[in-house]
């Protein structure tokens, strides 16, 4: 037996040497993984930071707000070292460079979200002005996906805005999310003959979303859109990501 356990850790270290590639393919896959699931939690950060600050935001009686780029960019990196133990400023050695590359430009992409809004967030004498965590995340996951081969979107079965409708694999995953329990996992997947990593974080609606997506039903809330007569814990959506494993 000593012999047999001598040989196979032998092995591990021969073949790696021999096939680089397979042991190299399998980690590319694993990091991706992992590089799609922070991309998601990293979106989610940023939607958590707006939320936080939305009375802020709304407050009609102050003008400069200080809500600027440089501040979302601490919040937000507070926000996800908070929840993911990764300080984005010092990355860890462990972090994937595809990781670290793509959270770069995805926080680069929510900046100039906010730096865009500046004019918006500072006008005094409105209260709501259409800031609020959904349009932050659909322009940053927009912008994100416009500079890049990786895709980020959040999406729904019966979107308010249609740019977030989903495709045919996102409109499965989420059926099947919503006839299941609430879950935090995400769904990951490769799909098209493993070409292609899927992933799909659950998002669930709060009592806060309420007074926009809540009862009664088909009333126009705040933003404009007819309320969906949502309840709390019910599925809203799904933060989305999609990275072909052949950048084009
Ligand atoms: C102030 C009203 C308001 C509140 C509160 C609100 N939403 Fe929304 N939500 C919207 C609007 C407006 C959109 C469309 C955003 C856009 O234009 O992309 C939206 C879009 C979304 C989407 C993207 C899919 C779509 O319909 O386009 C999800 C998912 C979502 N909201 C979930 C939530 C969750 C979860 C909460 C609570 C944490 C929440 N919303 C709170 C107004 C609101």
Known sequence: MIVLSKVVRLLGLILPLLFPQAGLAQDSHKDMEQTAQLLTTFLNAGRLVVDRNQSLINDPGK???????????????????????IDLSQPPASLPSSAQ?????????SKDVVGDA???????????????????????????????????????LNPRNLKNTPDAYEETVLERLANQPASTTPIVEWVDGGR?????????YSEDCLTCHGSPKGILDMSGYPREGAQTGELAG????QIPMDPQ
């Open 101 to 109: 590359a793509l959270l770069a430009a995805l926080l680069l992409a």
């Open 196 to 204: 292609v990593l899927r992933t799909m974080m659950p998002i669930y």
């Open 63 to 85: 003008g400069e707000k200080g809500f600027t780029p440089e501040v979302f960019e601490r919040l937000v990196r507070d926000e996800f070292l908070e929840q993911t133990r």
């Open 118 to 156: 500046q004019f918006v967030i500072n006008q005094r004498g409105i209260g709501y002005k259409n800031f609020i965590p959904a349009t932050f995340g659909s322009q940053a996951a927009r912008k994100f996906s416009n500079r890049s081969h990786v895709t980020i979107k959040q999406t729904t």
């Open 238 to 241: 799904a933060i989305s990501v």
